[in-house]
């Protein structure tokens, strides 16, 4: 069972930048499918960016693309999330999702493991 632990978020105006980070344990696989998601409030979950780390293969939606960077360090075992020129509608609840193979490489794919997520919240 893997078990995911975010870090990084809080509260920033807009324009600004924030990195969060996923720490990861337990794996059972040399290669995962990872992914960050968020949830605001009163709406549903959405997909934002999605790696898998034995080839670096990436996806990102279009809301965040140019603007957000997924990436790893596999040596820590952790996944990164680097978010710039952050705006208001990007405020949210992010978490971390991990699943070894067979996985999607895919903002849709449903994870079965999950972290407890960190807020981040932008202001105008």
């Known amino acids: 069972q893997v078990q995911l632990v975010e870090s990084g978020g809080g509260s920033v105006q807009a324009g600004g930048s924030l990195r969060l980070s996923c720490a990861a344990s337990g794996y059972t696989s040399s290669s995962y499918c990872m992914g960050w998601f968020r949830q605001a409030p009163g709406k549903e979950r959405e997909g934002v960016a999605v790696?898998?780390?034995?080839?670096?293969?990436?996806r990102y939606s279009d809301s965040v693309k140019g603007r957000f960077t997924i990436s790893q360090d596999n040596a820590k075992r952790t996944l990164y999330l680097q978010m710039n020129n952050l705006k208001p509608e990007d405020t949210a609840m992010y978490y971390c999702a991990a699943d070894p193979p067979p996985c999607g490489v895919s903002l849709t794919y449903e994870y079965k493991n999950w972290g407890q997520g960190t807020q981040v919240t932008v202001s105008s």
């Open positions: 790696i898998y780390t034995r080839t670096g293969t990436t």
